[in-house]
């Protein structure tokens, strides 16, 4: 047997400052180059006081914060009160004029802390309210709340106030991305003419039984004094905040040697809601899981075997037996050791002979009658869900029509999970609200695409056979082919080409990507989107809706040809029927405004929802902005804005700007803005949409004029450069300048 490692346990990488003062640095937290995880978890170490002191710094998106380092644990870090973590309002002798304002705004976003929900808002003062904003871009949740520090009547100066109790409150934030404070007067609402006392505070940072005090209320006419006499109470309130290591985008693709864990450690999810993970070592192991753990020497350390038993240590474990002459499981807090008469020896011995034999026998038939039940149950379970799911019937259609069973393959569920190793993990594509689509490679090494649905309603199997045979005729370069199905599951899987190039959302929104979509490139997608949508609206035998168009369910392959894709909530409609009504289904940001007022769904619903991707297209700009506020937060609204005040110029990409020509821009733009017409009726057919788009794409008309405005957008050719026509220096003139930065959305689905 392997014996215990008894290595000492190694918190720090190779070559690391392993503490700074009296805190010990364990890694993924490093003190130096390349003794971290990653820069979010670097420490430096400031020796210019005596103990030195630790500091984190988290660069932010709109601002770097630095902390001091009190303590770090399994999954939080406690760091000091600093500015960052104070609101102050202070009044002059003026009704309710502040002259000193400051306000608490803390973000983490992108990076793998969160703010603890063990954390309180404390107020201080008479006649403010401290107003709590939160907000979490991953859930895309906002909440608020707040607490008013109130005084019955006026105090003397010689009065105290209490913490909580009197001029003090407190309440409770929940964890997050981000946490806004500020102060509002209370005064001229509770009928007061003038303030008790001139200023207010509140700070943020754990709450214990500790941080209770008594303040002198007249310390509140100035702020130096109140931090000054009680900065020992802030500054005892430390802020605690939750940190996990974040996946990257090879962790989700590839398998588990991308993790950070170490050797001999568990991987776990920290939550479904913030995402990321933590590392643990496996039990009968102990150590630092992130650089690898080593095996417990139980037997030295804690030996569990009876007196009379031996301790043999294994990895992650041991194993208490028993001497000869004794039998049981030789722990000492079980059976223990007993004694055997000698009588029963040599008849145990003969029992355990015959045992043994007939174990031996049974064996191989246990095994085979296991195998021949399990397979029998296995086939009268997919035989059931195949009836479920409607597959009787799809046999039924396919023998009445051949065509269909050139068109529609029945896959086993054997050939689906070989694909797709098993539907591992690491075969995951993406999810959404109509089920989960992995990566496969079916046996004669075609790349599918697997979705698998949801529960479908047992009364409506006939709807769902018939939409898969209809999807599976559908033949068009521009809309991803459905290849099959398989019912045999609990849940159909349906089997479709596998697009190479990613989804237009990402090419259009990372910013990163070494190869950016060029003008032309976008007018192409646009062109074929708005022929594939032409042609499910007017070519097939029932006019096909899609009622969840965007730029994530539109695909590219490798030549960069747009495919549609997702037709989870699409519907066909007969065509004597006008619009369609259901539950109100489809994605903030593209979902059309009548729609969603009427429940009623008609074309006119897929070409608002194209109309949005056009502006996407134009703009470069998500569909909803998480940095705006009210009606500004849409797209297509501050898209129509902009097109209403002759300001289009403000609002498209600077790279569509400067390469696009200008005759092309302002069609594309107009069109765009029929689209969204919040009228239905005034809105254009997609097959409308697509020739128009096809006219543009075809026309070769080059401006002739050196300079021309349109409607309030004035164009003029550089006069730096004049090697081609085609090159534009746009400007407007107008002097507000509208800038817009959708670098955090809001991703809203309804279910």
């Not at 008594?214 to 802030?234: A, M, R, V, W």
């Not at 068009?476 to 849940?491: A, D, P, Q, S, Y």
Request: hydrophobic share 35%.
């Amino acid at each position: 047997m392997p014996n215990a490692s008894e290595t000492t346990t190694i918190s720090t990488k190779p070559g690391c400052q392993s503490s700074c003062g009296d805190l010990e640095i364990p890694y993924p937290f490093g003190i130096g180059s390349n003794c971290s995880q990653n820069r979010y978890f670097d420490i430096s170490c400031n020796t210019f006081f005596n103990p030195p002191k630790p500091y984190l710094l988290l660069i932010g998106p709109y601002e770097n914060y630095t902390y001091e380092v009190v303590n770090i644990s399994e999954t939080q870090i406690y760091v000091k009160n600093s500015k960052a973590q104070l609101s102050m309002a202070c009044y002059g002798k003026g009704l309710g004029i502040k002259t000193q304002n400051s306000a608490i705004s803390m973000t983490f976003l992108d990076s793998p802390y969160t703010l603890s929900d063990a954390n309180q808002v404390t107020s201080i003062g008479c006649d403010d309210l401290a107003m709590v904003q939160q907000a979490s871009y991953l859930t895309n949740t906002s909440n608020g709340g707040g607490c008013a520090s109130y005084c019955s009547r006026f105090q003397s100066p010689v009065g105290f106030g209490s913490c909580p109790g009197k001029g003090c409150c407190r309440t409770s934030i929940s964890k997050g991305e981000y946490l806004e404070v500020e102060l509002y007067d209370m005064r001229n609402y509770w009928g007061r003419r003038t303030k008790f006392f001139r200023c207010s505070f509140a700070f943020i940072g754990m709450v214990s039984d500790y941080n209770k005090f008594n303040f002198s209320l007249s310390h509140l006419n100035d702020p130096t004094t109140f931090l000054n006499n009680y900065n020992k109470e802030f500054m005892g309130m430390p802020l605690m905040l939750d940190w996990r290591i974040l996946y990257d985008n090879r962790t989700k693709m590839q398998n588990f040697t991308d993790y950070a864990c170490g050797k001999n450690s568990d991987c776990i999810d920290m939550d479904t809601i913030f995402g990321g993970y933590r590392c643990k070592c496996k039990k009968g192991y102990q150590g630092n899981p992130y650089l690898g753990c080593h095996d417990i020497n139980e037997c030295k350390i804690s030996n569990q075997c009876a007196s009379f038993a031996s301790c043999t240590n294994t990895l992650g474990s041991y194993h208490c037996s028993c001497p000869d002459g004794y039998h049981g499981d030789g722990k000492k807090y079980g059976i223990g050791c007993i004694p055997l008469p000698v009588s029963h020896s040599k008849l145990a011995i003969g029992v355990g002979l015959g045992a043994g034999t007939g174990l031996l026998l049974l064996l191989p038939t246990c095994f085979w009658l296991y195998k021949f039940h399990k397979k029998r149950k296995d086939k009268k379970r997919k035989e059931k869900f195949f009836k479920r799911n409607g597959g009787l019937l799809l046999k039924q259609q396919i023998s009445t029509d051949q065509g269909i069973l050139e068109k529609t393959r029945l896959f086993t569920i054997k050939e689906l999970e070989k694909a797709t190793d098993n539907f591992n993990e690491s075969r995951i594509l993406g999810q959404g609200g109509q089920g989960t689509v992995y990566k496969g490679m079916l046996s004669e090494g075609k790349i599918v695409a697997i979705k698998k649905s949801k529960l479908v309603d047992e009364n409506q199997v006939e709807l769902f056979i018939n939409e898969v045979v209809m999807l599976s005729q559908i033949i068009h370069r521009n809309v991803v082919k459905l290849l099959g199905c398989c019912l045999e599951t609990e849940v159909p899987l349906l089997v479709y080409e596998f697009i190479f190039n990613g989804t237009l959302f990402d090419h259009i929104h990372d910013k990163t990507n070494e190869f950016p979509l060029s003008w032309n490139m976008r007018l192409k997608i646009a062109v074929e989107v708005a022929e594939a949508l032409a042609y499910l609206h007017s070519a097939t035998a029932f006019p096909i809706y899609h009622r969840d168009v965007k730029s994530t369910n539109i695909l590219l392959d490798e030549k960069y040809v747009a495919k549609v894709s997702d037709f989870g909530t699409s519907r066909s409609i007969a065509v004597d029927h006008t619009h369609l009504t259901t539950l109100v289904k489809g994605t903030f940001g593209y979902l059309d405004p009548e729609y969603f007022q009427s429940s009623q769904f008609t074309e006119k619903s897929d070409v608002y929802s194209f109309g949005v991707v056009l502006v996407e297209l134009l703009t470069g700009q998500r569909p909803i902005s998480s940095a705006k506020t009210g009606e500004e937060r849409s797209l297509a609204t501050r898209f129509l804005l902009c097109m209403d005040g002759e300001n289009l110029e403000q609002i498209l990409e600077a790279q569509v700007l400067e390469h696009g020509k200008r005759q092309e821009l302002i069609a594309v733009a107009k069109l765009a803005q029929r689209c969204l017409n919040l009228n239905g009726k005034k809105r254009p057919t997609m097959k409308e949409v697509a020739m128009e788009l096809e006219i543009i794409k075809m026309s070769q008309t080059h401006s002739t004029t050196s300079e021309t405005k349109y409607q309030g957008i004035e164009l003029r050719k550089s006069k730096a450069i004049l090697i081609s026509d085609d090159d534009y220096i746009w400007t407007s003139t107008s002097e507000n300048i509208i800038q817009s930065s959708d670098a955090y959305p809001l991703k809203i689905h309804t279910v």
